[in-house]
């Protein structure tokens, strides 16, 4: 299977540069890749396709102004800091720099200006430009960022982002990842309360999106490709209504890649678990789905491992023609635009990767 059997053509006018007004104006194509019929609608009439009974499963990780600029105390040149996870020391994070060359262990960055500036070194050096950085202050990295950091939009995003609030969920709630899971983008509180209100159990995993997110496949063969490790947790309370939900054969439904990579990850078994842990999980067709039923997302960049994954569910061949006609339709493409409810998964075509 080669990566280029994963490509599609898509106008770059589509690609979708700033939120809609409203999140629940985003269009909805319904999918249903066991008949191959599709259904044009809006997000906010995503509630005619839910059920009572259903358990409808989000991520809830928050998304932290991870963007960081600063200037090197010994010349004076700048510098741009990708905070991506944390290390195992406090204030201690592992970031991707540019231009990374110029950053040598023992290098000292000036970050801010004024009263607030912060002083950070770097005390490591990783593979594909990632150093290990110390900032050199009692304030936490999370605080830091808050205060100087801007939001690591994706890279085919050229417009500015005047409120770093619609690049987050209406229910974030743990702080980790450098990229949102954007098929939740589309929910408002009265949407979910909607939702509630018509007898959907709502529950929530945390997977914070990491390095992999801003990193394209540079690899001929799909099964050569190797992810990089993110960190989940579910909770016993999500696991314990997931697990019941599957038993009694009411549907589990997915928000987003994000989450069902959660639950894939954490549900290897057929059972989903209780825990925290990392997962590189690699879907792509021919994998085996054991616990998601339905799955929310947007649309994905051709070659992607996202469109991999989608294609895993409902057949790479139907995929693209799905695809297709949402060029047609001129739907928004990626993480500002619209979204896909997928009903049930179709035919897959080869094997994968955990």
Known sequence: MRV??????????????????????SRLLVVDPVEKTTEHRHFRNITEYLRPGDVLVLNNSKVIPARLFGIKTDTGAHIELLLLRPADEPRRWFALTRPAKRLREGT?????????????RIVGLRDEG????????????????????????????????HDKDR??????????????????????????????????????????????????????????????????EVDKETAAAVNRAKSEGRRVISVGTTALRTLESAGASGKLEVGARETDIFIYPGYEFRIADALITNFHLPKSTLFMLVSAW??????????KEAV???????????????????TVDSTSKV
């Open 130 to 161: 990632i150093r290990e950085v110390e900032f050199l202050t009692d304030e936490s990295v999370e605080s830091i960022a808050d205060r100087l950091g801007e939001m690591p939009l994706p890279p085919y995003i050229h417009e500015s982002l």
């Open 4 to 25: 280029d059997d994963f490509d599609y053509e898509l106008p770059e006018r589509l690609i979708a540069q700033t939120p809609l007004s409203s999140r629940e104006d």
């Open 328 to 346: 047609e339709h001129e739907y928004r493409f990626f993480s500002f635009g619209d979204a896909m409810f997928l009903s049930r998964r179709g």
């Open 167 to 232: 690049y987050q969920t209406v229910y974030a709630k743990t702080a980790g990842s450098v990229a949102a899971p954007t098929a939740g983008l589309h929910f408002t509180e009265r949407l979910l309360d909607e939702i509630r209100e018509m007898g959907v159990d709502i529950r929530y995993v945390t997977l914070h999106v990491g390095l992999g997110t801003f990193r394209s496949v540079q690899v001929e063969d799909v099964e050569a490709h190797e992810m990089h490790s993110e960190w989940y």
């Open 314 to 323: 409902m057949g790479t061949d139907f995929a693209k023609q799905v695809y």
């Open 108 to 120: 000292e960055l000036q970050i801010g200006e004024g009263a607030g500036q912060v002083t950070a």
